[in-house]
């Protein structure tokens, strides 16, 4: 480990890519920045704006492939699945959303990928109750497989700042403010853990 910089792809939609982040470091950004790693880690973002499960669990494999270390295998080959809720707005049924998710997950089991999920955060375009099933059933599927999830829809669905931060803006991407959420969520939820790493968090 030692000689070799971990890899990490992060596969989702625009707000995997910080998009709206006026600072454009995204929560992407703002987690890097407070891994401490003996090297820096290389750090890809592979976001298509609006996609859905279905889609994403159509092109993740091909676009990371040649990205990882192909010698390395789990101890530096890392994959963040940042979840977004274009689902919703395509009608994907719940079951349907499940099971791409699943796939994502076994095949990078297969490819001996360390996995990491984080679930998508609440928005002021769709019912509240589709968006908190959504989360939930994604949650089920990464527990099921023992890959760590983070769950960001329950802690910012009342959030003042978060629904602050999305008021000012077009109710479905966070500013500043809502990715710092984001990013606090990701390293108070197992990040350090899934590297390998102590917590400097406190």
Known sequence: MADRARRICVIGDEIAAG???????????????????????????????EETTTALSARWDTE?????DGSA???TNHLVVALGRADLSAGISLARSRLNLANILDVAESRRLRTFVVGPPPGAHHDPDRQAELSSAFADVAQRRAVPFVETYAPLVGHEQWQADLAAGDGHLPSQAGYG?????????????WLGLPSDLG
């Open 19 to 49: 998009a709206g982040d006026p600072k454009a470091l995204g929560w992407v950004g703002r987690v890097v920045a407070r891994t401490h790693l003996d090297r820096p880690p290389l750090v890809m973002t592979l976001a298509v704006p």
């Open 64 to 68: 990371t492939a040649p990205r990882f």
């Open 73 to 75: 295998g789990e101890e």
């Open 181 to 193: 959420l984001i990013a606090w969520l990701v390293l108070h939820t197992g990040w350090h853990q």
